[in-house]
């Protein structure tokens, strides 16, 4: 699989240390612009498969039994689905959650709109990321207010 990486100077998530990415997979391209807290990813070349197209944070490191509540706002030009996820920063690159907490799919639109997901985690990782995919069309995409808070500490 070809993979691009670029590194994205945005705002760090509080009390979680890591760093934004962008990436790219099969010839797609992401081109992120920030804007006080707002990010925007101009999207193009996709080929129809949302993980073409990546927004990142991490490395962090996820426990068994952690609670992670995931809040943010975004919009579209075009309509479209997204999903947002945690899992391996690296390969595998599996869901470090089990099936049932899933955030699934959303659509978003044109009109600003709020999301907020909790998670517990199924698998411990030293190098987990949090995971917006958002690559399945050409498009011009924006996020705002992204949290990501760990809600229950494992014992």
Partial sequence: MNEKNSKVDYLEIENITGAWSVAEHCGGSTQAKIKDNEIKLMIGNAKGANWHSELRYGPFQVEEGDIYTVSFETKAMVAYRFSVWLGQLDSPYAALIADAHHFGEALADCQWRSFRHEWVVAQSEARA???FVVGPIDN????R???LIKTIQSP
Avoid: G, S
């Fill in 140 to 143: 011009v995409v924006e996020f």
């Fill in 129 to 131: 990321r949090l995971v």
């Fill in 145 to 147: 207010k992204i949290r």
